[in-house]
């Protein structure tokens, strides 16, 4: 018969090593809530660095291509003041020379110039612009509006450092129509492309002035001017 002080003392020897078994469990560095923490953590980030950057890059390549919907269509003058033979060789010269320009302001417009005359399609700039539409400058001011086959200017047209600038190339009369020869003198350079002869004149707008914004006079076509850039569909 085992002695009671010896049954006592195994019993407490029982208790103290599952005491320690437990205690070592509830200790370890290596628990079930450490891996799953770090885990989880570990998830978490590499889905913001992979996220933020594709968001990032699709707005910035949209902002590069695509012109802005919310914003009025614009006007300008263009900064460059050439003699009146702008267009020779190639009928669009112009409207390049505008689109280049805007889309500093504009990316991915397309832009007009505001130029009757020209050798190819209508000769008034009235009917050349889309109808119904309404042209901002730059400040975000009204200054140009179409009806069917009238343009009409409602405020001064400014460059795109927001600033009115001398007469312009038009062509045109008051009202968006071609001005009419007189006798053998050319209203448009000879559809903007020529500068010979005394008889070679262009007719001009003084961009300061709604009222005149399309005809202001004329000017020999070998004299430098600049000339307006509507934005337009694509």
């Not at 003699?83 to 020779?88: I, L, M, R």
Request: overall charge negative; aromatic content about 6%.
């Amino acid at each position: 018969m085992v002695p009671r002080s010896a049954r006592h003392l195994a019993a407490a020897l029982f208790a103290a090593l599952l005491a320690l078994g437990l205690g070592g469990a509830s200790c370890s560095p290596f628990g079930s809530d450490d891996p799953t923490t770090s885990s989880s953590g570990g998830a978490d980030a590499s889905s913001e660095t992979s996220t933020t950057p594709t968001d990032g890059g699709l707005d910035a390549g949209g902002d590069a291509v695509a012109p802005d919907a919310a914003r009025g269509k614009l006007v300008f003058v263009i900064k460059d003041a050439l003699a009146g033979n702008f267009n020779v060789g190639d009928d669009d010269a112009a409207d390049k020379a505008c689109t280049a320009e805007g889309a500093a302001v504009a990316p991915g417009a397309k832009f007009m110039a505001g130029l009757c005359g020209r050798q190819a399609g209508p000769p008034d700039l009235a009917t050349r612009l889309p109808s119904a539409t309404e042209w901002v400058t730059k400040g975000g001011v009204v200054a140009a509006r179409t009806g069917t086959g009238t343009l009409t200017f409602v405020a001064p047209v400014t460059n795109l450092a927001d600033a009115t600038t001398e007469a312009v190339w038009t062509g045109c009369m008051a009202d968006g129509k071609a001005k009419p020869m007189g006798g053998s003198t050319t209203s448009s350079c000879t559809q903007w492309n020529s500068v010979a002869g005394v008889n070679d004149r262009g007719g001009l707008g003084d961009p300061s002035k709604p009222a005149a914004a399309l005809d202001s006079g004329d000017a020999p076509c070998s004299a430098p001017h600049r000339w307006y850039c509507f934005e337009v569909p694509q």
